[in-house]
């Protein structure tokens, strides 16, 4: 499976240790940067490359995961998430990260280089790119809710229970 990664400068030590980690277990990894420390850089710069990269080879059929990784991953997730098609989740324990694949068929992780000791989040990005996609009907249909949305399909219907208080009624 090939794994996009990219980062900050928070981030940046964690990438790279990534970066060794998944070519030693058996992922191909792609590294979209930084090379080089910079405490000025830009995560958007890195991460939407990243998220973009896991997109286009999941429509090219191959195999592809992300991992997005800034000091607190908030602000790597929301770029990321930017990228139609990119389904990212902040990942902050083991249940989070089984979660993200599970529940939502997230593509993309994102972690907080600061926030956690490195062999944690090493351990979130086993437990993420090692995790299936439930394939549940409910998570299908809202997965499908959420992709209809943004490709312009607008909002769902809201469900007939929730029609009488809405502001939508």
């Known amino acids: 499976m090939r794994v996009h990664i990219g980062s900050d400068h928070a981030g940046l030590e964690l990438k790279d240790h990534l970066v060794r980690w998944l070519a030693d277990h058996g992922y191909e990894p792609v590294d979209h940067g930084p090379f ?14 990243a998220a ?3 997109v286009a080879d999941q429509e090219a059929g191959v195999p592809a995961l992300g991992v997005v990784i800034g000091g607190s991953g908030n602000g790597e ?3 990321a998430n930017k990228v139609r098609g990119v389904r990212a989740a902040l990942v902050w324990s083991d249940e989070t990260a089984t979660l993200a694949r599970e529940h939502n068929d997230a593509n993309v992780l994102s972690v907080g280089g600061r926030m956690h000791p490195l062999d944690d989040m090493t351990r979130f990005v086993r437990i993420f790119l090692e995790t299936p996609f439930s394939g549940d ?3 299908v249909r809202r997965i ?3 992709t209809t949305y943004e490709n312009g399909g607008g909002l769902p219907p809201l469900p007939e ?9």
């Open 161 to 169: 229970s929730a029609r009488a208080q809405s502001p939508d009624a």
């Open 52 to 54: 973009e990269g896991v």
């Open 137 to 139: 009907e409910r998570h």
């Open 36 to 49: 080089v420390y910079d405490a000025l850089d830009d995560y958007p710069v890195f991460c939407l490359r």
């Open 144 to 146: 499908a809710q959420l």
């Open 77 to 79: 997730q929301i770029a």
